[in-house]
């Protein structure tokens, strides 16, 4: 079972150190913006707030906001149309935000619409657009309150399909950026 230590980094063990993980930290160009990139496949888009990357195997430790993070912007880039069983995908809302573990390793809030509320839509993402790049920024509709504010802590990146009840992903991909400083 994977934990986060004192100083803030997580500590693996056995089989859980060799997973394989679709997402890193690289420095930009100006040396001050860091950006978080991550492939995001609509199994971690469920109905309940899950650790992106853990539904799809693709990063099942978590992808790790660190303490003093100041987020900047989020970019999102339609990689494969999502599709999606009853209702629209128009009427999707994905919410993104920051959860932690707790002691049994399940995930705990610490701002689960941090990045986009559930005024976020699917309409604003154009999910069956391949190619579609959309920047959440403190000005767009349904962007969260976590922009412009330093992370209190180390801190794992969470999504969710808040309506999936009714507007169920059965297919699609997109490609997560998180730009901070």
Not at 44 to 63: N, T
Not at 65 to 73: C, H, L, Q
């Amino acid at each position: 079972m994977a934990w986060q230590n004192n100083d803030g980094l997580y500590v693996t063990f056995g089989t859980e150190k060799a997973q394989p993980t679709q997402g890193g930290r690289v420095l930009i160009a100006d040396g001050v913006t860091k950006v978080i990139e991550v492939d995001v496949d609509y199994t971690d888009l469920a109905a309940s707030y899950a650790f992106v990357g853990s539904a799809s195997g693709s990063s099942i430790s978590g992808i790790v906001v660190p303490k003093g993070a100041v987020v900047e912007k989020l970019e999102l880039v339609i990689t494969e149309a999502f599709t999606v069983s009853g209702g629209t995908a128009d009427s999707v809302v994905f919410s993104f935000g920051l959860g932690k573990r707790n002691a049994a390793g399940a995930i705990a809030a610490v701002d689960y619409d941090e990045y986009t509320t559930t005024s976020f839509t699917g309409a604003q993402l154009s999910l069956e657009q391949v190619g579609n790049v959309v920047t959440v920024d403190p000005e767009t509709t349904g962007a969260g309150d976590g922009y412009g504010v330093a992370t209190t802590e180390n801190a794992l990146l969470v999504a969710a399909n808040t309506t999936q009840a009714t507007n169920v992903l059965d297919g699609g991909s997109l490609k997560l950026r998180l730009y901070y400083r």
